[in-house]
């Protein structure tokens, strides 16, 4: 099978999907066999993956004269990323399943998964921005449409804030196309660029927005608000995820020199979002917004990690970025159903519901605990090693982003107060809480990962390990 | 051996989950799979405890980042089987207790879930062989502590209570987080023995040693509730008495203590011993004083624990290992008893935990009068209960220490004697002062035989029966005889103050108890009595800083920055671009679309204009 296939046939087949399901619900249960073939799909690709870590998918849509051919090819950092990517995709599907019902919104997950594929997939810049920009059109859609009251504002704010950002990093292609005549990565990487740090400039900007990185996040809440839970795990599991991976991709395997030279950019921005962030989240008494800021926060932590520019630290870095994934994934969801239950948000008309949603609640616990690095969870294991790492590279005066760990656990615990325990309010006693067992088990699953890999974080260590023993991440700082 | 190790560390876990998935069967179920791993447990550290030749040691490696290994050793030496003896022997007692006590609760399986796991929490910290394995039991036991002390999570109360207990312990644990990270990157490794054997051979730069002494010690301050970090404990008692009795007896408290003597050639090297006498010392006084006004008696115990605690970090302090970890050892045993005892009461008594309102409770619960009794005695360090020996040790090694004489002794000397004065106030007014509610009274019946009264007398057989096993215990723990040195005019004094204040107590509580309200009706006593009963107002000043500073002030500080700097610059951005676009010609109408679209182009522009001039 041609793997091009994997990226344009959703792009192509999501219209026919939408045109022919119109008034029939097998859309969701096409788009969530396809899903599931995906994650297969990328399983088989992993498994493949050769000794060196490079498998040539293939190249395709050649226009020599502008450098324009669509070059395929995965490593371990692209197929890690594809695996969670689908992992999320098919919850996403399954967390979706009763709440929504037209097929267009499924049809735009289908599309979605081609765009992200695209990105993750291709090593020509020119086409790694067209799939950039090609997961902006069905994220605008998902969040305008499926979205709460002031979605409109949300959906085109995040449009063209990241729109806009994405501005930078064509300037960025640019400049090195006009230095290199080449968009290909791995030529790229070979050659001398003229204007090296102007380059690692925009793209870090570019990428910091969608990461997104203190002071480049004003989008995110308003986005993560807005969006329909599924949407924000969406977001922040597979977008976010998107920005780091490129900027670990771009700003710190292309240009190592540079990366070098401003690393400590990337650690300020990084503490200052946890810190920031944390703090915000502290203020925070919108529950959904409490839940973003907390991401952000935790991005934050995985910039610190990329910061460190060491093996372990990058290491790390992407294991607190799988690990966030599947910690605020639940975090979304549950927020999101406490909100279609009680119509409401605000922290102080919930409270108790523990009573009444006991399952969900205590899974709501538990990713909290995640979320504030409990050790046996996910969190735990991802801020140690970020922290460790950092001290390694960084000294001993970094220790103090322990105080993000104090942070966390205030807003996390005081959050868990206000929502799940407590006496019962209001709103809390007259909504019923049912669940149907299909996104009780798409939870689930997540719960048990924070869990498992928690305990047992070796299991991902070992494919996480193998990602980055193949680049030379250039001399110590 | 290492099967019954492995077995020792998993099957709380395994427990708390059987028991919880289990348990949702019947009512009855989870009581007595509880019951029976937290027998297995007492039996298997029996077993290790009866074959123990030298340290069981596992290697292992948890996991592998990079470069780096994060080991999971574990390391089971007599200190560490005396912690686990205690741990999973009251949490037996304290289990079986359970019986009765948490019989009305409809909730068991969740119940006995979380006690297995707070077990587990403490055994794992216990055995751990590195600091980080120490750091994740230290976890789980504050979140164990969390579950278990809002375990009424339906009530605000006990809600706002385990938020105390889990903030309170996490200030203190971040320091502990952040020391292993410096110890990582400075010594390359966090295995407890190598780093004390580092210390003591001075090949860890000093300053470094001292930072982090006092940064584990501060964690220590935030487990065992000394000040300022104490005010969880007494909110605490919001929980279940069972779970008071598991956290300040067999488990949770204790860890501060723990880490320290673990560490002991660290903190010797270290220069920061003094630094923990001397807040220990600050902590039993105010302890000590605090209890004597207590309205509610499960406060008044958990200021005497404070105090007790203080009194075994100072006995380290003061630089004896034996006193201080007999001491702990002594009080593990009768405040559990204390607690279980109150817990008897409260029972009985339909959960009136005032004092006031009871009283003359004597003849109905003659059982647990007499235990209770006991375990106030040993409170006080009366011979030969084992309370007296490890409290004598503690004073004695602040005296003869040069560096600890002084303020430091007389502090301790103080919440030392006071002891028999709360003590005793509780013991009196709960037991033989008249009875001050006629229905309450009446309503009162004898508890089980089997099931309430034969932990409070197997525990007060042990804090008695102890007493005479004094120098197996020192010599077990430390592997040394007790000092010999002895001071001639401790022990007539300290026995002359404990009968004096016994006197008093039942003078002012039982004879005279008209007296009492005549003094304490004084202005001067009054406010005396309300600094006192609300501890110092420490909880006060650490609840307005939080509130009013850090999620006041702070908080909406950032927030306004958040709202009027961060997300206006971005408007400023689109606006400014906007203009920059109209100053172009490009667009008079005023429609939204065409706005958006200017905005972006407008950007485009500026960023466009911006390179020309600079790079092309």
């Keep these: ?477 | 051996m290492s099967s019954f190790v492995l077995a020792l560390l998993l099957l709380p876990f395994i427990g708390a989950i059987v028991t919880f998935v289990v348990g949702k069967l019947n009512k009855k179920i989870p009581f007595f799979l509880a019951y029976i791993f937290s027998i297995v447990l007492f039996v298997d550290v029996v077993y290790l405890f009866s074959v123990y030749e030298q340290p069981f040691v596992i290697d292992y490696e948890w996991f592998r980042f990079g470069e780096n290994a994060l080991p999971f050793g574990i390391y089971i030496d007599k200190l560490s089987l005396i912690m686990l003896l205690i741990a999973t022997g009251l949490g037996l007692l304290d289990i079986h207790f359970s019986h009765d006590y948490m019989k009305e609760e409809k909730d068991q399986a969740r119940y006995y879930a979380k006690m297995l796991f707070f077990i587990g929490g403490m055994i794992l910290l216990v055995s751990a062989k590195e600091l980080l394995g120490l750091f994740v039991g230290w976890e789980f036991m504050g979140l164990a502590s969390y579950l278990l002390i809002s375990f009424w999570h339906y009530n605000k109360a006990p809600a706002d209570a385990g938020v105390a207990a889990f903030l309170y312990t996490k200030f203190g644990d971040i320091f502990l987080f952040a020391a292993i990270g410096l110890l990582f990157y400075f010594t390359k490794t966090l295995d407890i023995a190598t780093l004390n054997h580092l210390a003591a051979t001075n090949q860890i730069d000093s300053t470094l040693m001292y930072v982090i002494a006092i940064f584990i010690f501060i964690a220590a301050i935030g487990k065992s509730g000394q000040f300022p970090l104490f005010p969880w404990l007494m909110r605490a008692m919001e929980g279940p008495t069972t779970v008071s009795a598991l956290i300040h007896g067999a488990t949770m408290v204790n860890s501060g203590i723990y880490i320290v003597a673990r560490m002991f050639d660290f903190y010797v090297a270290s220069q920061a011993l003094i630094v923990v006498a001397a807040v220990a010392a600050l902590s039993a006084f105010v302890g000590a004083t605090s209890a004597l006004v207590q309205s509610e008696m499960k406060k008044v115990l958990a200021y005497s624990t404070m105090s007790h605690l203080s009194l075994a970090f100072i006995g380290l302090g003061a630089g004896s290992l034996a006193a201080g970890m007999t001491h702990l050892v002594n009080h593990a045993i009768f405040k559990a008893l204390l607690f279980l005892s109150a817990g008897a009461v409260i029972l009985v008594a339909h959960h009136t935990k005032d004092m006031w309102k009871l009283g003359a409770l004597g003849k109905k619960l003659f059982l647990v009068a007499l235990f209770m009794g006991m375990g106030i005695l040993s409170l006080s360090g009366l011979p030969p209960f084992s309370g007296f020996y490890s409290k004598d040790a503690v004073i004695l090694s602040t005296l003869t220490n040069p560096q600890t004489f002084g303020l430091i002794s007389s502090l301790t000397l103080i919440a030392g004697v006071l002891s028999i004065a709360y003590g005793g106030r509780l013991w009196v007014l709960l037991f033989v002062s008249p009875q001050k509610d006629e229905k309450l009274h009446n309503s009162i019946k004898t508890p089980s035989l089997f099931w309430i009264a034969l932990p409070l007398g197997v525990m007060a057989v042990l804090t008695l029966a102890l007493g005479f096993f004094q120098e197996e215990l020192i010599s077990f723990i430390t592997s040394t005889k007790g000092s010999e040195e002895h001071i001639g005019w401790l022990f007539p004094f300290m026995m002359g103050v404990i009968v004096f204040f016994a006197f008093l107590v039942w003078f002012f509580y039982y004879k005279r108890l008209d007296l009492l309200q005549k003094v304490s009706a004084q202005p001067l006593m009054k406010t005396i009595h309300q600094i006192l009963f609300h501890g110092y107002y420490v909880e006060r000043m650490i609840e307005w800083f939080v509130q009013t500073i850090i999620l006041g002030v702070v908080t909406s500080f950032v927030a306004f920055i958040e709202k009027n700097i961060i997300d206006k610059a971005v408007n400023g951005v689109v606006w400014l671009s906007y203009k920059v676009f109209l100053l172009f010609g490009l667009s008079k109408s005023s429609q939204v679309s065409n706005q958006v679209g200017g905005m972006v182009l407008g950007v485009v522009v500026l960023v466009f204009v911006m390179l020309v001039r600079n790079f092309i």
């Design chain 1, 1 to 477: 099978m041609s793997y091009v296939a994997l990226i344009f046939a959703p792009l192509v087949f999501s219209g026919f999907l939408y045109l022919f399901t119109k008034k029939s619900p097998l859309a969701k249960y096409i788009v969530l066999g396809y899903f599931v073939f995906l994650f297969v799909e990328t399983l088989f690709l992993y498994l493949q993956l050769p000794q060196n870590g490079y498998l040539m998918l293939g190249k395709f849509l050649e226009v020599k004269e502008f450098g324009f051919i669509l070059t395929l090819e995965i490593d371990r950092l692209s197929s890690v990323m594809l695996l969670l990517t689908s992992l999320l995709l098919i919850l996403v599907t399954l967390s979706s399943w009763s709440m929504q019902k037209e097929s267009a919104y499924f049809s735009l997950l289908l599309f979605f998964s081609g765009a992200i594929f695209g990105v993750f997939m291709s090593t020509n810049l020119m086409w790694f921005f067209i799939f950039w920009e090609l997961t902006l059109i069905p994220m605008y859609f998902l969040v305008g449409i499926w979205g709460g009251d002031g979605r409109v504002y949300a959906a085109l704010k995040f449009f063209l804030y990241t729109h806009v950002a994405s501005m930078f990093i064509l300037l960025a292609f640019f400049l090195i196309f006009k230095q290199t005549a080449t968009f290909d990565m791995t030529q790229i990487q070979e050659s001398m660029l003229v204007t090296p740090t102007l380059i690692w400039w925009l793209l870090f900007v570019g990428f910091a927005v969608k990461m997104p990185l203190f002071p480049f996040h004003t989008w995110l809440p308003d986005a993560h608000v807005e969006a329909s839970a599924p949407i924000s795990v969406l977001l922040a599991g597979v977008l976010l995820k998107m920005g780091a991976y490129a900027m670990i991709r771009f700003v710190i395997l292309m240009l190592p020199q540079e990366a070098h030279k401003y690393a400590f950019v990337l650690l300020g921005a990084g503490i200052l979002s946890l810190l920031y962030a944390g703090v915000m989240a502290l203020y925070e008494t919108h529950l959904k917004k409490m839940v973003a800021y907390s991401s952000i926060s935790h991005m934050g932590l995985v910039a610190i990690g990329m910061a460190t520019l060491s093996y372990e630290g990058l290491s790390a870095a992407l294991f607190e970025m799988i690990g966030h994934a599947f910690i605020i994934a639940p975090l979304f969801l549950i927020a999101g159903f406490f909100h279609y239950k009680t119509q409401s948000w605000q922290m102080q008309d919930l409270g108790g519901i523990m009573q009444k949603a006991p399952y969900i609640s205590a899974l709501f616990v538990l990713a909290g605990l995640g979320a504030l690095g409990l050790p046996a969870t996910m969190g735990f294991v991802g801020e140690i090693t970020i922290f460790l790492s950092a001290l390694d590279t960084y000294g001993a005066w970094v220790a103090f982003i322990a105080f993000g760990a104090m942070i966390g656990s205030g807003y996390i615990i005081w959050t868990l107060r206000r929502v799940i325990y407590g006496p019962m309010s209001q709103k809390v006693q007259e909504s019923n809480f049912s669940i149907s067992w299909v996104e009780f088990f798409a939870l689930a699953v997540f719960g048990i990962a924070i869990v498992a890999f928690g305990v047992y974080p070796q299991a991902l260590f070992d494919a996480i390990n193998e990602v980055f023993s193949a680049y030379n991440l250039g001399g110590a700082m």
